[in-house]
């Protein structure tokens, strides 16, 4: 299993509806996880953090994490064009020669369309 | 969220040269900084951890004396690409790592540096 994966994508919503980007990971991954927003040609942009089971939410974002099936997921409500964008979720590494790195999913490409 | 700055945010270079690339935590003391470097539609590869006043800690695969990183202050790591060939023509990507205690574990990206190599 890789250490975190997402669902591929490519996912297309309508303008206003809600998009919801899902990851999994495996147990070399800690529980302190990340969504990145990685527009073409920019570096990643920290959108949301999370560190416990449950819910976090910051205005129309929701990341939830589910320890117990090793989950975590992002919701996009009322979504807008210039949401459409590459997301990127990443993992905080546990231990081992990769203590202290993210490791990130391959990226989900995110089209909201008017 | 923190702020991380990169200088040169493009770079031109014909094949042999060398080319320094900065990273600047503005706003708070990176204890740890890391280098990325990202291929046209692919994901972000981890090329080297570095850490304060260490030595930095390169993946595998990635040539240490090819890629010189140097990390001599809190707020500033470089990394120099010696003798720079077409291959290495990507998008060099710093984070860094050590804000508020809450957020520890967050890294936060600079802007990135687009390196085309001739």
């Known amino acids: 299993q890789k250490e975190v994966e997402q669902n591929s994508g490519p996912l297309s919503v309508p303008e206003g509806a809600i998009a919801s980007l899902n990851c999994t990971y495996s147990?070399?991954?800690?529980?302190?996880f990340f969504w990145y927003r990685q527009y073409s040609g920019k570096s990643p942009e920290l959108i949301m953090s999370?560190?416990?089971?449950g819910d976090k939410e910051d205005g129309r974002f929701t990341a939830q994490l589910n320890k117990a099936s090793q989950y975590v997921s992002l919701l996009i409500r009322d979504s807008q064009p210039s949401d459409s964008a590459t997301y990127l979720c990443?993992?905080?590494?546990?231990?081992?020669?990769?203590?202290?790195?993210?490791?990130f999913g391959q990226g989900t490409i995110l089209t909201v369309h008017p | 969220g923190a702020v991380v700055s990169q200088h040169p945010s493009r770079v031109i270079c014909k094949s042999g040269t060398s080319v320094k690339i900065e990273c600047r935590s503005l706003?708070?003391?990176?204890?740890?900084m890391f280098w990325y470097r990202q291929f046209p539609k692919q994901s972000l590869m981890l090329m080297a951890t570095?850490?304060?006043?260490?030595?930095?800690?390169?993946e595998q695969g990635v040539e240490k004396d090819k890629f010189l990183i140097n990390h001599a202050s809190l707020t500033l790591s470089t990394l120099t690409v010696t003798s720079a060939h077409p291959e290495d023509s990507s998008f060099y990507i710093c984070?860094?790592?050590?804000?508020?205690?809450?957020?520890?574990?967050?890294?936060?990206f600079g802007p990135g540096t687009r390196l085309t190599v001739l």
């Open positions: 984070s860094a790592r050590g804000g508020l205690a809450e957020s520890y574990n967050e890294q936060f």
């Open positions: 147990d070399r991954v800690s529980q302190s």
């Open positions: 999370i560190y416990s089971n």
């Open positions: 990443a993992g905080f590494s546990a231990g081992g020669t990769s203590y202290g790195k993210l490791t």
């Open positions: 706003d708070f003391q990176a204890t740890t």
């Open positions: 570095s850490n304060e006043g260490s030595k930095a800690t390169y």
